[in-house]
């Protein structure tokens, strides 16, 4: 089968982007494009690209975004991993998020350390009981025998913690990337969007910002 995909073009031409009109602080611009894509009923604004390296390989896979604060972004995973495992050993990563309705997207660079015990758990504490349990279930991106592994583990764990409060697994709570660099995009007519980049300052403190090319 061909796929004749050089003929799939789409125009874009919703939005324009300056750099008068951002916010100096590029989480609080985060914040508020966030909250617009939150707005435009974009089915789990929230979704975004992780990719993270090891050994020269770099790896690519959909989280969701959790928590914000004023370090950085925080996802939850299981530490053993394949993510989990490659980001302890290189933190450095990248995230984007792409909200196609609205012409949108915002890269992320940065280094990724593990949050406190008490927001994990914090977390923890909020999930459904069938997530809860799912978490102690599954040994994350180790190879399985079959489905039923699974579905024979869940139903022996379910009886476990009938009437019990479910733990939050050691090996499991979250990660934050602690951004260097952000980029953001809007689509404009005639594939020359508009790029607005916050570079962090030396001082750790501050941030540049300028404009790149489309």
């Known amino acids: 089968m061909k796929l004749n995909l050089a003929e799939v073009r789409k125009e874009y031409k919703q939005s324009r982007l300056s750099e008068a009109e951002v916010l100096p602080n590029p989480i609080d611009q985060f914040s508020k494009w966030y909250k617009e894509a939150q707005s435009a009923n974009i089915l789990e604004p929230n ?11 770099p ?25 989990g495992k490659e980001i302890l050993k290189n933190s450095l990563a990248a995230i984007t998020f792409f909200w196609a309705d ?27 009981k ?38 939050r697994p050691g090996n499991w709570g979250g990660f934050r990337l602690v951004p260097d660099y952000l980029e953001f995009w809007q689509g404009r007519p005639n594939r020359l969007h508009d790029r607005i980049c916050y570079e962090r300052s030396s001082d750790k403190e501050s941030w540049r910002l300028f404009r790149l090319a489309p």
């Open 59 to 83: 790896s690519l896979r959909i989280v969701l975004l959790k928590h914000l604060d004023d370090r950085g972004f925080i996802f939850f995973s299981n530490y053993d991993s394949k993510k």
């Open 130 to 167: 069938g997530s809860k349990i799912g978490a102690w279930t599954s040994p994350q991106s180790q190879e399985i025998p079959n489905r039923d592994f699974l579905t024979q583990k869940a139903e022996k764990l379910t009886q476990e913690f009938e009437g019990k409060e479910v733990p």
């Open 102 to 128: 609205l012409e949108r997207q915002v890269r992320i660079e940065g280094n990724i350390e593990t949050v406190s015990s008490e927001l994990s758990d914090n977390y923890f504490s909020q999930r459904g």
């Open 47 to 57: 979704a975004m690209s992780l990719a993270t390296v090891a050994d020269n390989r």
